[in-house]
């Protein structure tokens, strides 16, 4: 039992001394280049390690003489692991979003909480607001995103209206237009927020987790993730 226990320590110890030499090699080679170095972990190939430097994963092999800017992916489980990985790595602060830029709609008792980007003239962004109709006790912070041609004078006209988030649900689930807005708009500090959070498409799920997730998805899944994610 010693005997197994030293040698787990023991591994430990050279896994965190190679992830001390490689963090080490990169400094020293790419300086100023590459950034802050925050993490360097094993990945789930052998002899790869994770490189994990501002906002930003590399992977880089064991000498640190070579770096790969790409990402990597489980074929078998067909999913992006660097993508998952920096979902977890750079989640947000939930309770520091600035929602004074938010609609904010209340269903039901308003317990589960989950923030989204989102733009009138996505067609995803539709689909979400149509399996939304299937989810209840949750707030809801809905970021207008005007990212598609024509998009902007249809989140000016919802930020104007006298009630945001039946305009919202007029339009996006009845196809009503809203009448034209003549009011102020943060729209600069809208789309400032989502290039800051690297939001480049709509619609994009931010859950209580601070785990951004980009796409649609339905309401079970929606539910299971708001379930997940208090």
Known sequence: MFRILLLSLLSISLAHAAEADISARLKDTLGKTLGD????????????????????????????????????????????????????????????????????????????????????????????????????????????????????????????????????????LNGVQPAAGKCEVPIAKMMELGRKLKVNGTPALVFANGVINPGYMPAAELEKALDNNK
């Open 37 to 172: 170095i925050s993490q360097v972990s094993k990945s789930p190939i052998a002899g790869l390690y994770e490189v994990v430097a501002q906002d930003h994963i590399f992977y880089s092999d064991e000498s640190g003489q070579y770096l790969i800017d790409g990402s990597l992916f489980d074929l078998k489980s067909r999913r992006n692991i660097t993508e998952a990985r920096a979902r977890q790595l750079f989640a947000i602060e939930f309770g520091k979003l600035p929602f004074e830029l938010a609609v904010k709609k209340i269903k039901g008792n308003g317990s589960r909480k989950m923030a989204y980007f989102t733009d009138p003239n996505c067609g995803y962004c539709k689909k979400l607001e149509h399996e939304l109709q299937n989810v209840s006790d949750v707030t809801l912070y809905l970021f207008l995103y005007p990212i598609f041609d024509g998009s902007a004078e249809k989140v000016r006209a919802i930020w104007c209206s006298q009630d945001k988030v039946k305009a919202w649900d007029n339009l996006m």
